[in-house]
T-cell receptor, first 115, second 113 residues
Framework: AQSVTQPDIHITVSEGASLELRCNYSYGATPYLFWYVQSPGQGLQLLLKYFSGDTLVQGIKGFEAEFKRSQSSFNLRKPSVHWSDAAEYFCAVGVRGSTLGRLYFGRGTQLTVWP | DSGVTQTPKHLITATGQRVTLRCSPRSGDLSVYWYQQSLDQGLQFLIQYYNGEERAKGNILERFSAQQFPDLHSELNLSSLELGDSALYFC????????????FGEGSRLTVL
């Protein structure tokens, strides 16, 4: 069965510091991988996605993520965090085929940014 | 703005009642997905519709039902509500491409008292 693990429930960083949010997945084939961000009172906004090809993907707001098949990981990174990045971040895995679009989400990582 | 519209944004009701949540997908999108976000379970897939037909079911309770209408809007019906049904309910639509990317609405927050 598909599953996603985000080991860090809460991370606090200083503004300007680098950031890495961890994500591990369990899936029998090559997955579709996503990172979404949720600000308070808002819906989920897509940051970036991986389907195939280059394993380093660039997203919006200066985020990037790297797919590592050997580690079943898809960690999210940002070189310099801004206060506006404070939000909850969700990693998700999607399956191919007839259930395309059905996503399995991790429990999320809450990011706090200190000024 | 994702282009997905959900109403109502907030809803407070009592146990045993029934509510209907409404979703309009992005213009041109045929697929609609419903997700539930709760503190206990996180984000859980409930059900998927494609062009009016049910395509997949997830962890949806028998007290819950959904449908997609000819104009492609969808409704999620929640009945015999329990305290544990309090959650944020998201609707999402998927574009016609083969990428699996979902566009989420802002959600309907249901509080059952």
């Amino acid at each position: 069965a598909q599953s996603v693990t985000q080991p860090d429930i809460h991370i606090t960083v200083s503004e300007g510091a680098s950031l890495e949010l961890r994500c591990n997945y369990s899936y029998g084939a090559t997955p579709y991988l996503f990172w979404y961000v949720q600000s308070p009172g808002q819906g989920l906004q897509l940051l970036l996605k991986y389907f195939s090809g280059d394993t380093l993907v660039q997203g919006i707001k200066g985020f990037e993520a790297e797919f590592k098949r050997s580690q079943s990981s898809f960690n999210l990174r940002k070189p310099s965090v801004h206060w506006s990045d404070a939000a909850e971040y969700f990693c998700a895995v999607g399956v191919r085929g007839s259930t395309l679009g059905r996503l399995y989400f991790g429990r999320g990582t809450q990011l706090t940014v200190w000024p | 703005d994702s282009g997905v519209t959900q109403t109502p944004k907030h809803l407070i009701t009592a146990t045993g009642q029934r509510v209907t949540l409404r979703c309009s997908p992005r213009s041109g999108d045929l697929s609609v997905y419903w997700y539930q976000q709760s503190l206990d379970q996180g984000l859980q897939f409930l059900i998927q519709y494609y062009n009016g037909e049910e395509r997949a079911k997830g962890n949806i309770l028998e007290r819950f039902s959904a449908q997609q209408f000819p104009d492609l809007h969808s409704e999620l019906n929640l009945s015999s509500l329990e305290l544990g049904d309090s959650a944020l309910y998201f609707c999402a639509s998927r574009d016609r491409g083969n990428t699996g990317e979902l566009f989420f609405g802002e959600g309907s927050r249901l509080t059952v008292l």
